[in-house]
């Protein structure tokens, strides 16, 4: 989503996505960069940074790590 440049959201993006597991609620990989934590990624319960470079290579990394977390075959 487009929102306005700013310290928190310096790319003008907020961006959340994210795969759980639909019975448990588990969050089982996800990327987001809600304020004030920025851009990273959950796997599971834990959380690393994330650089950001375009929609386009958030949306292959997404998959990327669904694919290499063993949730797509």
């Known amino acids: ?3 306005p440049t700013s310290k928190h959201y310096p790319e003008g993006r907020k961006f959340s996505l ?5 019975v448990s609620g588990e969050v089982l990989v996800g990327f ?7 851009p990273h990624i959950h796997r599971g319960a834990c959380e690393e940074p994330y650089e950001y470079s375009g929609e386009g290579v958030l949306i292959e990394d997404f998959w990327r790590l ?6 797509l075959i």
């Open 1 to 3: 989503m487009k929102v």
């Open 18 to 22: 994210f795969l759980v597991d639909r």
């Open 32 to 38: 987001d960069n809600h304020k004030p934590k920025g």
């Open 66 to 71: 669904v694919k290499e977390e063993g949730f």
